[in-house]
């Protein structure tokens, strides 16, 4: 069975990671996550979810997430940022790839740099080095140029970027809509079947 690690930061927009999780989970795909501290403050500004702790709680945070989303500690598996033990640190620990979303301008940043600060970091210096699949879905605008230049550095890496730039195509009637539309995009990248999105031409 397929394994992704999912990381979130602290850019606006958690809930399209809230929601990636979910879907990943509730399909019986393993997933290894990762929230920053600035994300948890997020959360809980955007989703009233909120379960920050540190290393030691991991496994408390960890059952705590595992009964929000109704799944088994086999399914979801909750590293602290700052613990550079996980298995996601090593390369010889083998995942299908890895998304960050959303993806704060300081992340991009620290990958374009190949700066592995905490966890994040680290578990996508080790995807890049192992040459599996990376997406990232940045959240900020405008754009200077320094957050333009570290994209295109990222690009040239091979990692898949995509914004969260909703289409309007599908006529969104919720916010809900546009969350899905762009969860959908990013499971269509991990070659994941799903059915999220009005597809453009369906039915016509």
Do not use: Q
Request: proline share 3%; hydrophobic share 40%.
């Amino acid at each position: 069975m397929s394994s992704y690690i999912i990381a979130i930061t602290g850019a606006s927009g958690a809930i399209y990671g809230m929601r990636l999780l979910e879907y990943l989970v509730k399909n019986g795909l393993t997933v290894y996550l990762t929230v920053t501290k600035e994300a948890w403050w997020i959360l809980k500004d955007e989703t009233g979810l909120f379960r920050d702790g540190t290393e030691d709680e991991e496994d408390e945070i960890n059952s705590s997430l595992c009964e929000y989303y109704g799944v088994s500690k086999e399914i979801l598996h909750y590293y602290d940022e700052n613990n550079m033990k996980a298995p996601v640190a090593s390369g010889s620990f083998r995942t299908d790839g890895m998304v960050i979303v959303p993806c704060s301008m300081k992340t991009v940043a620290s990958i374009a740099s190949g700066v592995s600060s905490n966890l994040v970091g680290r578990s996508a210096d080790v995807i890049l080095k192992e040459k599996r699949k990376l997406i990232i879905v940045p959240r900020e605008t405008p754009l200077n140029t320094v957050h333009l230049r570290n994209l295109l550095t990222l690009s040239e890496m091979g990692i898949h970027i995509i914004p969260a730039m909703p289409a309007f195509y599908n006529k969104p009637a919720t916010i809900d809509d546009m969350v899905e539309f762009i969860v959908g995009r990013i499971l269509d990248a991990l070659c994941i079947d799903n059915n999220l999105y009005a597809r453009w031409g369906a039915g016509k």
